[in-house]
């Protein structure tokens, strides 16, 4: 049987719909679109969907972080992303901690568009076969292998299913293993955008326990990334 493969996509700019809308098309996914979190709580009201694309600001009432947060409360399985022109700190803390799997800053590719929704759809099985009772758990932490052409990181076999930006992080700390990175440098050499240290620690925080939860990684102890105080992180290979 087929898996589903149903996408809600969610922006007030028409050409943002459908061309996002025939992308994910192309890559296999049934869409339906939403101008507005009226159309989109009624669309939520008939299905249930594996993944869904939410424009930041949204006209109306209720904003894409507020919806974000319905469609969380609604179906925890649903994989969503943000997309918007003009990320702020705050909303991306905003969107990861409410569970957002990851962000899109326009303009984006098609190219990252779907490849993205092809990790959210990654994380969505591995959430039915953990809460299916399909896992298995090893007594010590096994080595990572990481594809960067395929953009894929195995644990011992197992595929992990990081985000986009989660990925990246992952690798550049790789890359960069003989060194202490900072906070900002994290973000300048993933996002490509300049913020303050201080800021910077702030939203890579969250990302960096997201990946140690992914990876089974002890927080206190952790095997991987590792805390420098004050100074950044640092990867233990």
Do not use: W
Not at 95 to 110: I, Q, T, V, W
Not at 162 to 170: H, Q, R
């Amino acid at each position: 049987m087929t898996s589903s493969r149903r996408v809600l996509i969610v922006d007030d700019e028409e050409t943002i719909r459908v061309t996002v809308s025939a992308a994910l098309r192309r890559a296999g996914f049934e869409t339906q679109t939403a101008a507005d979190t009226v159309q989109a709580m009624e669309l939520l009201e008939q299905t249930t969907f594996d993944l869904a694309f939410l424009d930041l600001r949204l006209p109306g009432a209720m904003n894409g972080v507020a919806l974000l947060s319905e469609i969380r409360s609604r179906s925890p399985e649903t994989q969503v992303i943000m997309i918007s022109a003009h990320a702020t700190l705050e909303s991306a803390i905003a969107a990861l901690r409410l569970g957002a799997f990851d962000y899109l800053l326009k303009p984006f590719s098609m190219l990252q568009l779907v490849e993205i929704a092809e990790r959210a759809m990654a994380k969505r099985h591995e959430a039915q076969r953990v809460a299916s009772g399909e896992t298995t758990e090893g007594t010590e932490m096994p080595r990572l292998r990481v594809d960067r052409l395929q953009r894929t990181v195995f644990q011992g076999g197992k595929l992990i299913p990081l985000s986009a930006t989660e990925f990246d992080i992952l690798v550049f700390l790789i890359e960069h293993s003989d060194r202490v990175v900072s906070a900002s440098e994290l973000m300048r050499a993933v996002q490509g955008y300049e913020i303050d240290e201080r800021d910077a620690r702030t939203i890579v925080r969250v990302h960096i326990q997201r990946i140690r939860q992914k990876l089974n990684d002890d927080p206190e102890n952790p095997r991987y990334i590792q805390n420098v105080r004050g100074r950044g992180y640092r990867f233990n290979g």
